[in-house]
């Protein structure tokens, strides 16, 4: 079984920075790729940034220039750094990786998600 743990969320002021952190563990023989979605109240759940197992990254544009996604695919860790955060930045940020497991089997798995707050 694949897990997701994300860490780092919290309460902060307009153009203040967080950063996240996601790791998954479990049987995991390749990551495809490992991104991070948000889901404000009464909204869907969008995609905010994405990084491959190659290194590419790509970001929602309500994000770019303030939002960067890194980590080590390979030891199966994300961060997301945010920047000159935004009252509309509130939301869950939820972590989700891809990739294959034991007997070539595919997963796509969710973490529980972090309270990210930002007050004007």
């Known amino acids: 079984q694949v897990r997701l743990m994300e860490s780092g969320g919290g309460l902060v002021q307009a153009g203040e920075s967080l950063r996240l952190s996601c790791a998954a563990s479990g049987r995991i023989r390749s990551m495809n790729a490992m991104r991070w979605y948000r889901q404000a109240p009464g909204n869907q759940r969008e995609l905010v940034a994405t990084?491959?197992?190659?290194?590419?990254?790509n970001y929602a544009e309500s994000v770019k220039g303030r939002f960067t996604i890194s980590g080590d695919i390979a030891k199966n860790t994300a961060y997301l750094q945010m920047n000159s955060l935004k009252p509309e930045d509130t939301a869950v940020y939820y972590c989700?990786?891809?990739?294959?497991?034991?007997?070539?089997?595919?997963?796509?798995?969710w973490g529980q998600g972090t309270q990210v707050t930002v007050s004007s």
């Open positions: 990084i491959t197992s190659g290194g590419s990254t």
């Open positions: 989700n990786a891809d990739g294959y497991g034991d007997y070539s089997k595919y997963f796509n798995h």
